[in-house]
Nanobody, 114 residues
């Protein structure tokens, strides 16, 4: 079973930026669409952004214009650059394939607070 490993989270102030990374040992990575999700305390896991195998990106309304998803097929990594962070972005961030074919990782905590 392939498991995602997320990293890059932290405690930041409103308006700051973070770059999240997600890696996995998946030899078929380049042929899979990738998705970032987040789960705030007491809430369900929600979709944040997706990127297709042809690098077409889609964003939730809350992420549009502030977040950028990208992928590096040579390194089997997907990134999420988050700019102008807001307190409501506080959550644990997870990645997975389209269709959630990987085992969920532990996620990376993002806390936005002044």
């Amino acid at each position: 079973q392939v498991q995602a490993v997320e990293s890059g989270g932290g405690l930041v102030q409103p308006g700051d930026s973070l770059r999240l990374s997600c890696a996995a040992s998946d030899t078929n990575f380049k042929n899979k669409g990738m998705v970032w999700y987040r789960q705030a305390p007491g809430a369900e896991r929600r979709w944040v952004a997706s990127i297709s195998t042809s690098n077409t990106a889609l964003y939730a309304d809350s992420a549009q214009g502030r977040f950028t998803i990208s992928r590096d097929n040579a390194k089997n990594v997907v990134h999420l650059v988050m700019n102008n962070l807001k307190p409501e972005d506080t959550a644990v961030y997870y990645c997975n394939t389209v269709g959630q074919m990987w085992t969920w990782g532990q996620g990376t905590q993002v806390t936005v607070s002044s």
